[in-house]
């Protein structure tokens, strides 16, 4: 692994978060300034073994730089994973523009950082290609654009293929109904209680297509004003923080990371959970818990992976909607096989994704 770093801005308190304790197994992973914006702007190259990395840009808040850095080194595991299990020819990669706490960014800022983005991607020479994320956009891919070919998931009216929002929801869909028939024996929604915390690009979609199916809804998110969806589904809202206690079938996390903590797991009241989040478990150990309380968890990685299919294929010659449609849904099929793999073997379905996805990557080697 190759580490290049430039000086990163200290917290106005004067403590330092602590860098990752283990190593990480990445080939490259980039630290530096952006010199118009003044933002840390770290990319992460994971694996390059089934070709070129292909992972999204986050813009986002952090108490340090190496916070940024903690997030940029798992979610960018977490791509080679997700690419290898959803059988793309790509590797693993992330990059995250670090927000200093209590900083907000103007639009100026905000497209001086994509710049910046732009520059420190073109500098790994075609190693890793970006794509939107947790705050950014199509539009904003536009301005990254401007320094380098490494982008895609551009705005359609400049020739891209746009946001891979809809894709997503679609393969978590698809990950939900394969869940409910491994749980229930059944692939019907109608009649069915889901809980769904987060209602931004994919939750709201996904809130939209489970109210159409006949779905019982509950939601929350963290902004209040996501209310008037959740009036105009019928959907009854509670808090963010008793979420993951309300009684119900499924639970869908699609917010950020790490909400699938110990203490979370024991409160919760469902049979099964699949969501949209990436990185939800709060640590490996908590795999065996949801397994332990009879809980099935569909592994992030595999079932989210339906904007990566998009933006990797929907610009490949000889790709159309249907085969496009087929390959998402086929999450679905890699989502029933885990769940049985992980039954028959005993194991967690971490365990029984890792297998899939570490089978595929040392075919590649």
Same mark, same amino acid.
Request: glycine share 12%; with cysteine.
């Given at each position: 692994?190759?580490?290049?770093?430039?000086?990163?801005?200290?917290?106005?308190?004067?403590?330092?978060?602590?860098?990752?304790?283990?190593?990480?197994?990445?080939?490259?992973?980039?630290?530096?300034?952006?010199?118009?914006?003044?933002?840390?702007?770290?990319?992460?190259?994971?694996?390059?073994?089934?070709?070129?990395?292909?992972?999204?840009?986050?813009?986002?808040?952090?108490?340090?730089?190496?916070?940024?850095?903690?997030?940029?080194?798992?979610?960018?595991?977490?791509?080679?994973?997700?690419?290898?299990?959803?059988?793309?020819?790509?590797?693993?990669?992330?990059?995250?523009?670090?927000?200093?706490?209590?900083?907000?960014?103007?639009?100026?800022?905000?497209?001086?950082?994509?710049?910046?983005?732009?520059?420190?991607?073109?500098?790994?020479?075609?190693?890793?290609?970006?794509?939107?994320?947790?705050?950014?956009?199509?539009?904003?891919?536009?301005?990254?654009?401007?320094?380098?070919?490494?982008?895609?998931?551009?705005?359609?009216?400049?020739?891209?293929?746009?946001?891979?929002?809809?894709?997503?929801?679609?393969?978590?869909?698809?990950?939900?109904?394969?869940?409910?028939?491994?749980?229930?024996?059944?692939?019907?929604?109608?009649?069915?209680?889901?809980? #769904? !915390? @987060?209602? /931004?690009? *994919?939750? $709201?979609?996904?809130? =939209?297509?489970?109210? %159409?199916? +006949?779905?019982?809804?509950?939601?929350?998110?963290?902004?209040?004003?996501?209310?008037?969806?959740?009036?105009?589904?019928?959907?009854?809202?509670?808090?963010?923080?008793?979420?993951?206690?309300?009684?119900?079938?499924?639970?869908?996390?699609?917010?950020?990371?790490?909400?699938?903590?110990?203490?979370?797991?024991?409160?919760?009241?469902?049979?099964?959970?699949?969501?949209?989040?990436?990185?939800?478990?709060?640590?490996?150990?908590?795999?065996?818990?949801?397994?332990?309380?009879?809980?099935?968890?569909?592994?992030?990685?595999?079932?989210?992976?339906?904007?990566?299919?998009?933006?990797?294929?929907?610009?490949?010659?000889?790709?159309?909607?249907?085969?496009?449609?087929?390959? #998402? !849904? @086929?999450? /679905?099929? *890699?989502? $029933?096989?885990?769940? =049985?793999?992980?039954? %028959?073997? +005993?194991?967690?379905?971490?365990?029984?994704?890792?297998?899939?996805?570490?089978?595929?990557?040392?075919?590649?080697?």
């Amino acid at each position: 692994m190759s580490i290049t770093h430039a000086p990163a801005p200290s917290p106005s308190n004067g403590v330092h978060a602590a860098l990752p304790a283990d190593a990480p197994d990445h080939e490259r992973v980039l630290i530096t300034r952006g010199p118009r914006s003044g933002l840390t702007i770290i990319v992460a190259v994971h694996s390059t073994a089934l070709g070129q990395a292909l992972g999204g840009a986050r813009v986002w808040h952090y108490e340090h730089w190496t916070d940024a850095l903690a997030d940029a080194l798992r979610l960018s595991q977490a791509m080679t994973l997700k690419n290898a299990a959803a059988g793309l020819a790509r590797g693993g990669g992330k990059s995250v523009v670090c927000i200093p706490a209590g900083e907000a960014l103007d639009e100026a800022r905000r497209h001086d950082a994509m710049l910046d983005l732009g520059d420190a991607v073109e500098s790994l020479g075609g190693a890793y290609m970006t794509a939107e994320d947790v705050g950014t956009s199509a539009e904003l891919m536009s301005v990254v654009h401007e320094r380098t070919e490494y982008v895609c998931g551009l705005p359609a009216d400049e020739g891209g293929v746009g946001e891979p929002a809809d894709a997503t929801a679609a393969g978590v869909h698809a990950g939900i109904l394969a869940t409910l028939d491994h749980v229930f024996g059944t692939r019907e929604v109608a009649g069915r209680h889901f809980v #769904i !915390a @987060g209602l /931004g690009q *994919v939750g $709201g979609r996904l809130a =939209r297509a489970l109210a %159409a199916g +006949g779905a019982r809804l509950t939601v929350t998110d963290v902004h209040e004003g996501k209310r008037a969806l959740a009036d105009e589904l019928g959907a009854e809202w509670v808090s963010p923080a008793d979420a993951h206690r309300v009684e119900a079938d499924l639970f869908v996390p699609c917010g950020l990371g790490g909400v699938l903590t110990p203490e979370v797991v024991q409160e919760l009241r469902v049979r099964a959970v699949v969501g949209a989040a990436n990185n939800q478990l709060a640590e490996r150990d908590v795999a065996r818990m949801l397994r332990g309380r009879g809980i099935a968890w569909a592994p992030d990685f595999v079932v989210n992976a339906g904007g990566v299919v998009y933006l990797d294929l929907a610009s490949a010659p000889g790709i159309g909607q249907d085969e496009l449609d087929r390959r #998402i !849904a @086929g999450i /679905g099929d *890699v989502v $029933g096989a885990v769940h =049985r793999d992980a039954d %028959a073997a +005993g194991i967690t379905t971490l365990e029984a994704a890792e297998r899939l996805a570490a089978a595929r990557l040392e075919a590649a080697r």
